[in-house]
């Protein structure tokens, strides 16, 4: 029994890794776990049937040469050894506008009926244990204590230092600002042209994918709305309200020169909001100023004195 449950860990983890089998995250009683699909699972099987021999010690446990019965047999097994638990959708109806049901859903409710804890090419199925921790993670781990302890230190890194990181942070602020309202604005003008929105990556904003479903896919279609007059004059208003808008911020630009301007003054508001001020000037404004004082104070003196003082 120890044999065939390390057997079976391995396997598992195996399953897990890069080449592995289909995996997304899902929400299951609000904690994240992550799951596959029945039919990947004896697809990719199928395909693999190399992979029953590290695990099955025995022979006999299995049907020789049948692989729907060895897929069926494997699936239970992880179910009673606690690897896997069976899960079902949270919701049984398609979105509004949606026509199907998405084929990975984001949210799942666990099977608790123990007559249902079985293989089923139409169920999904999530794993009960964390997955093995890679390099990579340990990499990041590192990496992100380093960042730590660089951002604590950073009122003293020389100057380049510290304009180098604001730059490249405002750079990458006004990227990302810029690519959610370009993402924005292409649904928006697609919905208003052809009742349908046309999304840049769908799932950037959603907090119920991970971060890798979060880029993916690039783009998705909206199904299209019924065509009704309501629908119609609604998407006209808009498209004329945005066309009204478009208007005044044009009319109402400023030319180069004031854009130029204001955005040197925004650069140095931030340069003084953070203390971020060149040493090399501000020598020369401190030499400068103390030769002022100098003068000024000099100017004080009476004639009578400075003459007193030229004569000594």
Not at 35 to 40: C, T
């Amino acid at each position: 029994m120890a044999e065939q449950t390390e057997g079976l860990k391995v396997l598992t983890d195996s399953l897990r890794s890069k080449h592995g089998l289909d995996w997304r995250n899902g929400i299951v009683e609000d904690r994240r776990f992550e799951f596959f699909r029945g039919k990947d699972f004896a697809v990719y099987f199928k395909e693999h049937p190399e992979k029953f021999d590290s695990w099955i010690p025995d022979k006999t446990v299995v049907l020789p040469g049948d692989a729907d019965a060895q897929i069926k047999t494997l699936i239970e097994l992880l179910l009673r050894r606690r690897l896997i638990f069976r899960t079902d959708r949270l919701y049984k109806k398609a979105k509004p506008g949606k026509k199907r049901l998405a084929k990975w859903p984001k949210k799942l409710l666990p099977v608790r009926d123990r007559d249902l804890q079985t293989f089923s090419e139409e169920g999904f199925y999530a794993w009960a244990y964390d997955r093995p921790a890679s390099p990579y993670l340990w990499m990041f781990s590192v990496l992100i204590a380093v960042v730590v302890v660089g951002a604590c230190m950073f009122p003293l890194a020389p100057y380049k230092v510290k304009l180098v990181v604001v730059y490249l942070s405002m750079g990458l602020l006004m990227t990302l600002m810029g690519a959610l309202l370009l993402r924005g604005a292409v649904a928006g003008a697609t919905w208003m042209a052809f009742g349908r929105s046309f999304w840049l990556l769908p799932n950037v904003l959603s907090e119920e994918v991970g971060f890798k479903e979060a880029f993916w896919p690039l783009y998705e279609m909206d199904d299209a709305e019924p065509i009704t007059l309501t629908n119609i004059a609604l998407r006209a208003s808009f498209a004329l309200l945005a066309a009204g808008v478009s208007w005044l911020l044009y009319a109402n630009s400023p030319d180069k020169g004031q854009v130029g301007d204001g955005a040197r003054k925004a650069r140095d508001s931030i340069l003084d909001m953070l203390n971020l001020h060149d040493p090399a000037q501000l020598k020369l404004g401190n030499e400068s100023g103390n030769q002022t004082n100098k003068g000024s104070a000099s100017s004080r003196i009476r004639p009578d004195l400075q003459d007193i003082n030229y004569r000594m």
